[in-house]
């Protein structure tokens, strides 16, 4: 995993967000060895952490495929290890890094936990909850939005669930052989 953003994805980012960039490339870096590790383990790899005054306070990797239930998302999961050992009024003053864009289900929670700022590195096309399908982050709602930021690390998250897709899933309700199929990889 490379220790700078490619120069070319640079531009695409918002300037809030690369005006401190390398604080936010730590925290994603974080949050794809998260990814990566839920890879190894055979999971959907998807990686999150929260970060509360510079620290990681939670985190979390997909546990979807092994526990076979649904709503074990690494954002839930990363929220589930805060509120051990914290307030829920935590995320209020947190941010979370996740390598893919948060789920309708996820974004609607962490509306409701009131979490300050998302970042994630790729959007969910099929399910995606910050702008990508809906955009249960900003919608006109009681519970107060959240600023969302796309695009950090975005290759790295792509290139992590390429390398899962190709792979055969024997714990997918109807399984699809993937002989044919090839890697292609994001450079």
């Known amino acids: ?44 790899p998807v990686g999150c952490v929260i ?23 690494a954002e839930f999961l990363a929220i589930t290890g805060v509120l051990c050992s914290h307030s829920p009024d935590i995320l209020r003053f947190a941010d979370l890094y996740v390598t893919v864009e948060p789920c ?10 009131g979490i300050r700022n998302v970042f994630f590195g790729c959007g969910n096309e099929r399910f995606g909850g910050t702008g990508t399908v809906l955009s249960v982050h900003a ?26 897709y190709i792979q055969e899933n024997k714990k997918a309700p109807r399984p699809r052989p993937k002989r044919e199929r090839e890697l292609n990889l994001l450079t």
């Open 139 to 164: 919608d006109a709602t009681l519970d107060a939005p959240y600023k969302s930021y796309g695009g950090l690390y975005r290759k790295e998250a792509i290139n992590l669930l390429r390398r899962f």
């Open 104 to 113: 309708i289900m996820c974004a609607s929670a962490l509306r409701q936990y």
């Open 51 to 73: 970060v509360h005054e510079g620290a990681v306070v939670g985190s979390g990797m997909n546990d979807t495929n092994k526990s076979l239930n649904g709503t074990r998302h």
């Open 1 to 44: 995993m490379d220790e700078e953003l490619a120069l070319e994805s640079l531009d695409e980012l918002p300037a809030e967000v690369r005006l401190n960039l390398p604080f936010h490339s730590r925290f994603m870096r974080e949050a794809l060895q998260m990814a990566e590790k839920a890879l190894t383990i055979g999971e959907t």
